[in-house]
């Protein structure tokens, strides 16, 4: 049956809106939350003897993989590379046998991402796929394949796949580092937990559809938008930048906070909004003085935050954009409902196609 619309007036904003679901829907794949275990599918591969991650994907995709990089590296202390598949193809990476190669996709048919995953098995990589459609190419050249349970993404611009995707990744980092002795029975349980929380916390962004649809009048008129995050919420402006671009045609960056001062802060004026994801946590303060900086230069803040971090650091800005407050280790999939609501609401005040954007096809099978 062909999946409706709904009330709703796009396929993309239903997806939005259907986060919460798909994500709980996904998790239960991969958390036991009685035992409070996390969990993967069974598949002939040991995760102990993993040394090394090779990430490939593209687009968002590969912002998901950039969020697994940071927790597989913090979690299991395994070294993780990671390139986008037209890159990895032709450089010829350097492969140990053995390795575990890491393939994120939410059709499983993007062309460059199935060819590097055929290029990795050349090499005697493992195959792990992280993908939407069970019954793609990549799901089936799988040695380790991980679902996510989205169900079908309509709208050409990726949204619940992602958080999805993340729901996993978060599960595969915490597998790979209980397998890699790295990982308390207390850690494991607290991982669980705090995954738990993620449907609710999303269900609480997307309370805040309004305030976002309220204030993306302050957007549409930008000719161009920076978003800037760190750590594991660095993806997210790089996520927050492509769906501007994709849905409302506004040029837009994603830059990490601490690399403005290197080069793109000589863009700011008042003419350019930026958009800070700084969720309270460990890199709040770091993230904040890189804001303080582009408003000392009159630059338009839209605040992405937490309460706390609101009340902190929300004064002098365009506008502030509230969220729960969540640990870090969700702070990715939760923060990621704000910059997909804003380009949406922006793409809706522009009157652009938002579900069929020009010049972009879904999945893109040609290389
Ligand atoms: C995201 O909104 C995109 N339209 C695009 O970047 C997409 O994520 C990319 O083409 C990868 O697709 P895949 O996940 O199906 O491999």
Excluded at 47 to 71: E, H, M, N, P, Q
Excluded at 130 to 156: F, Q, W, Y
Excluded at 265 to 277: K, S
Aim: aromatic share 6%; glycine share 6%.
């Amino acid at each position: 049956a062909p999946v409706e619309k709904g009330n709703y007036r796009h396929y993309m904003q239903k997806e939005i809106f259907e986060q919460p679901i798909v994500v709980a829907q996904t998790l239960q794949t991969y958390v036991r939350p009685f035992e409070g275990e996390v969990a993967l599918p069974d598949a002939d591969l040991d995760l102990a003897k993993v040394d090394r991650v090779t990430i490939v994907a593209c687009g968002t995709s590969f912002y998901a993989g950039l969020v697994a990089k940071y927790w597989i590296e913090q979690f299991a202390r395994v070294p993780v590379d990671i390139d986008v598949a037209s890159e990895f193809r032709y450089r010829q990476p350097v492969l140990e046998p053995g390795g575990l190669a890491l393939f994120i996709s939410q059709s499983g048919e993007t062309a460059d991402t199935l060819a590097a995953l055929r290029h990795a098995r050349d090499e005697q990589q493992r195959i792990a796929v992280v993908v939407n459609v069970p019954t793609s190419s990549m799901a089936r050249e799988a040695d380790l394949l991980l679902p996510t349970h989205a169900g079908p993404e309509i709208g050409v611009a990726s949204t619940k796949a992602f958080t999805c995707q993340l729901a996993v990744l978060a599960a595969l980092a915490a597998n790979l580092a209980r397998a890699k002795g790295r990982l308390s029975r207390e850690e494991e349980i607290d991982i669980v937990a705090h995954l738990q929380e993620a449907p609710a916390a999303l269900n609480a962004a997307l309370g805040h559809d309004d305030d976002i649809a309220a204030m993306a009048y302050l957007i549409a008129p930008a000719r161009d938008v920076l978003y800037l995050g760190r750590g594991p919420d660095y993806p997210m402006a790089l996520e927050g930048a492509l769906k501007l671009k994709e849905i409302s045609y506004i040029h837009a960056e994603g830059y990490a906070a601490g690399e403005m001062k290197h080069g793109p802060i000589a863009l700011i004026d008042e003419a350019v909004p930026v958009i800070v994801i700084a969720p309270s946590g460990p890199l709040f303060e770091k993230t904040v003085s890189n804001m303080q900086e582009v408003r000392a230069r009159g630059g338009k803040i839209v605040l992405i935050s937490d309460a706390k971090g609101i009340a902190e650091a929300g004064e002098g800005c365009m506008a502030t954009i509230e969220m729960p407050e969540v640990h870090p280790l969700i702070a990715p999939l939760v923060y990621a409902v704000p910059v997909q609501l804003l380009a949406y609401h922006v793409a809706v005040l522009k009157g652009t196609d938002v579900d069929q954007p020009r010049n972009l096809a879904k999945s893109v099978t040609v290389e």
